[in-house]
C-alpha cells in the first residue's frame, strides 16, 4: 500500500481531484507512489496504449484485406464494437477516424494517410525495462517492433515485388468471422493489460514505489487513452486480490480469456493463412499458452546451456545446480 | 570496408589466425572493424543464438507433446535433420542431447532438467540495442521473453490448474508433419539470421564501426555456436551485394524461404490448434508476412496518434507533416 503522498503533494493532489474526470464519482487522479512511481506508470500505461493500436490495427488489416472492407463498413464494425465488452477510448476514436474524410481529396482520410508509424519512446521504454526486470511483455514488444518495421517502406516496397505470399481473400463467412475477431481482440486487450501490469507489480517492488495496483486500475478508468469499459474488472480484480501475480490468475479473467481462446486461436489461423501479419495477436496466444502451461521445452535449452557453455542446470528431482560432461558422450 | 586493425592488433590476429578453427582453408576469426565492433558482433550472435534454441526448443515441444515422441525418437529425428539444409552445431548438440542418460536415475537426462531457462544478458542487450536502433528482431526478443516466462514456474504450475486448453495430441500424418516442421525451422532460422544482420549493418552504420558482413558471416562459419551450413549462403549473399539491407531481400535466400512458407504457416496454424506456445515460429511468420508488405495498416496508428496526441502524420500524395482537428468531426 503506498505511504501516502510525500510533504506538499497532498494539496497538488486536492486540485487535480477536483479538475480531473471522474468515473462512477471517483476522481481519475492519485498520488501513486514514491520517487518515480507515477512516471512509471504513465510510462506503462504507454506500452499497454502501443500494443492496444497494433491489436487494432491488425483487426482493421484482416477485415481490409481479408474481407475486403470499405471505410463505410469499417466504420459500422468498430461503432458497434464501441457498445460491446471491448468498450474503449480507442475503439471509439477508431470508429470516428474511419468516417473522416480528407479534405483535399473528398476521399477517406485513412486511405491518404501514409503507413509508417512514428515513436516518442514510452513503448521503447516500456519494453526495455521489461527485458531488464525479466517481465514477459511480448503483445507490447511485437506492438513496438512493429512501429519500427513499419518505418522500412522502401525496404517493404522493394521484397514486395520478390516475396510472393498466398491469397489474402478470406472465402468464409464475413459476420461470423467479424465476432471472432472481436473476441480474439478482447482476449488480446486482457493479455496486454496483464502484462503491462505484472510489470507494474514487479517495478512496484524493484523500485520500492509501494503502488497500489487497484488505484492504477482505477484512474485508468477514465482520462487516458487506454481507459475501457475492462478497466472496471481490472480494478476488482486487484480489490479482490491485492497481491495477484498476474491478471491471467484473476478467475473471472481469466474465463473471459479462456472463453475467447479458440477464437483468438482461429484468428492467428487465419491470418497465417491469409499472409496478414499479426504479430500482436500471435504474441497474444502465445503468451497465454505458455503462461498456462506448466511445463515448458526450456529444459532444452537449459542442456544446450550447459553443453555448449557449461552454464549449469537445475533438476526437477534435487536442488542445486548441476553440470554434465556432454562431449565426453 | 574495414579500414584494417588498430596498431598493435596485427600480430595479435596472426596469431589468431593460426589458432582459430578453419573452414575451407579460412580461418573463423578476423579484425572486425573500430571500437567495441568485435564486442558487438558477438553479442548480436548470442542473440540470433538465443533465436536458435528457443526456435529447436518449440520443434521439441510440437514433436514431444504434438506427436508423442519419446526421447530416441527424438534423437532419431534431430540426428537426420544433422544432414540435411539446417545443419548447424545447435541441432547437432540437440541430437546429442536426447540420447544421454542421466547417472543418477539411468532415465533420460533431458526429463531430469528443470524446465526454467538462465541467461548471461546478451540476448537482453540485443533486444535492447535493436530496439533503440529500431531494427526489427521479434524472433530474438520472443526467445528472450520466453527464457523469462520460463522462469514463472510457481505462476504457471498455478495456472495449468485453472486454464484448461486444447487437447495437444496432432491426429494427422506423422511423418509429413516432422518434414514440414523441418522446412519451419529452416525459414525460421534465416529469418533470426537476417534479423541479426540487418542489426549489425544499422549499428555499423551507427557507430561508425566499419564492418564487413561477408567477413562476419565468414568467421561465424565455423568455431561458434550459431555456425551452420547456411553461414555460406550468407557469406555468398553478402559477398555478391556488400550494401544488401536484408537477407530476405537477397534472391536465392528469399526463393528458399519463399518455398518453405507454407509449411511454416502449416506449423503455425497446427501449434494455435494444439495450445502449444511457439513464439518464435510465429515471430518469424509476422516478420516474413510484415517485411514482404508494400502497405501495412500503421496509417491507422498514424490516425490515431494524431487523433488523440496531435502527433501528425504524413500523406501518401504529398510531402510534409499534417495535423487533421478530429474531434471537432
Same mark, same amino acid.
Given at each position: 500500500?503506498?505511504?501516502?503522498?510525500?510533504?506538499? $503533494?497532498?494539496?497538488?493532489?486536492? %486540485?487535480? &481531484?477536483?479538475?480531473?474526470?471522474?468515473?462512477?464519482?471517483?476522481?481519475?487522479?492519485?498520488?501513486?507512489?514514491?520517487?518515480?512511481?507515477?512516471?512509471?506508470?504513465?510510462?506503462?500505461?504507454?506500452?499497454?496504449e502501443?500494443?492496444?493500436?497494433?491489436?487494432?490495427?491488425?483487426?482493421?488489416?484482416?477485415?481490409?484485406?481479408g474481407?475486403?472492407?470499405?471505410?463505410?463498413?469499417?466504420?459500422?464494425?468498430?461503432?458497434?464494437w464501441?457498445?460491446t465488452?471491448?468498450?474503449?477510448?480507442?475503439?471509439?476514436?477508431?470508429? =470516428?477516424?474511419?468516417?473522416?474524410?480528407?479534405?483535399?481529396?473528398?476521399?477517406?482520410?485513412?486511405?491518404?494517410?501514409?503507413d509508417?508509424?512514428?515513436?516518442?519512446? *514510452?513503448?521503447?521504454?516500456t519494453?526495455?525495462?521489461?527485458?531488464?526486470?525479466?517481465?514477459?511483455?511480448?503483445? %507490447?514488444?511485437?506492438?513496438?517492433?512493429?512501429?519500427?518495421?513499419?518505418? $522500412?517502406?522502401?525496404?517493404? +516496397?522493394?521484397?514486395? &515485388? *520478390?516475396?510472393?505470399?498466398?491469397? *489474402?481473400?478470406?472465402?468464409?463467412?464475413?459476420?461470423?468471422?467479424?465476432?471472432?475477431? +472481436?473476441?480474439?481482440?478482447?482476449?488480446?486487450?486482457?493479455?496486454?493489460?496483464?502484462?503491462?501490469m505484472?510489470? %507494474?507489480?514487479?517495478?512496484?517492488?524493484?523500485?520500492?514505489?509501494?503502488?497500489?495496483?487497484?488505484?492504477?486500475a482505477?484512474?485508468?478508468?477514465?482520462?487516458?487513452?487506454?481507459?475501457?469499459?475492462?478497466? &472496471?474488472?481490472?480494478? %476488482?480484480?486487484?480489490?479482490?486480490?491485492?497481491?495477484?501475480? =498476474?491478471?491471467?490468475l484473476?478467475?473471472?479473467?481469466?474465463? &473471459?480469456?479462456?472463453?475467447?481462446?479458440?477464437?483468438l486461436?482461429?484468428?492467428?489461423?487465419?491470418?497465417?493463412?491469409?499472409?496478414?501479419?499479426?504479430?500482436?495477436?500471435?504474441?497474444?496466444?502465445?503468451y #497465454?499458452?505458455? $503462461?498456462? =502451461?506448466?511445463?515448458?521445452?526450456?529444459?532444452?535449452?537449459?542442456?544446450?546451456?550447459?553443453?555448449?557453455?557449461?552454464?549449469? $542446470?537445475?533438476?526437477?528431482?534435487?536442488?542445486g545446480? #548441476?553440470?554434465?560432461?556432454?562431449?565426453?558422450?
Amino acid at each position: 500500500m503506498p505511504s501516502g503522498p510525500e510533504e506538499g $503533494y497532498d494539496r497538488v493532489i486536492a %486540485i487535480l &481531484e477536483k479538475v480531473a474526470a471522474q468515473v462512477q464519482g471517483e476522481p481519475c487522479v492519485t498520488y501513486l507512489g514514491r520517487g518515480s512511481a507515477g512516471h512509471y506508470v504513465k510510462m506503462v500505461h504507454n506500452g499497454i496504449e502501443y500494443g492496444l493500436m497494433q491489436l487494432l490495427a491488425e483487426t482493421y488489416d484482416i477485415m481490409k484485406r481479408g474481407l475486403g472492407l470499405n471505410n463505410e463498413e469499417l466504420h459500422e464494425v468498430y461503432s458497434h464494437w464501441k457498445y460491446t465488452e471491448i468498450s474503449s477510448y480507442l475503439v471509439d476514436i477508431t470508429a =470516428n477516424i474511419f468516417s473522416r474524410k480528407d479534405e483535399k481529396t473528398g476521399t477517406a482520410l485513412i486511405d491518404v494517410i501514409l503507413d509508417e508509424a512514428g515513436q516518442k519512446g *514510452t513503448g521503447k521504454w516500456t519494453s526495455w525495462d521489461a527485458l531488464d526486470l525479466q517481465v514477459p511483455t511480448p503483445t %507490447i514488444d511485437m506492438a513496438v517492433m512493429m512501429r519500427d518495421l513499419s518505418g $522500412y517502406k522502401t525496404e517493404r +516496397k522493394a521484397a514486395s &515485388e *520478390t516475396l510472393a505470399g498466398p491469397d *489474402t481473400t478470406y472465402k468464409g463467412d464475413r459476420a461470423s468471422l467479424i465476432d471472432q475477431l +472481436k473476441h480474439a481482440l478482447y482476449a488480446g486487450m486482457i493479455m496486454t493489460y496483464a502484462q503491462g501490469m505484472a510489470l %507494474i507489480k514487479r517495478a512496484s517492488t524493484t523500485y520500492d514505489y509501494h503502488l497500489d495496483l487497484e488505484a492504477v486500475a482505477r484512474i485508468w478508468r477514465g482520462g487516458c487513452i487506454i481507459r475501457a469499459a475492462l478497466l &472496471e474488472d481490472l480494478r %476488482i480484480a486487484f480489490k479482490s486480490h491485492p497481491g495477484l501475480p =498476474n491478471l491471467l490468475l484473476d478467475p473471472p479473467l481469466g474465463r &473471459e480469456v479462456q472463453g475467447r481462446q479458440a477464437d483468438l486461436r482461429s484468428m492467428v489461423q487465419v491470418a497465417a493463412a491469409l499472409g496478414l501479419p499479426v504479430p500482436c495477436l500471435m504474441a497474444s496466444l502465445a503468451y #497465454f499458452d505458455a $503462461y498456462r =502451461n506448466g511445463w515448458l521445452p526450456a529444459n532444452l535449452i537449459q542442456a544446450q546451456r550447459d553443453y555448449f557453455g557449461a552454464h549449469a $542446470y537445475r533438476r526437477t528431482d534435487e536442488a542445486g545446480t #548441476f553440470h554434465t560432461a556432454w562431449v565426453e558422450d
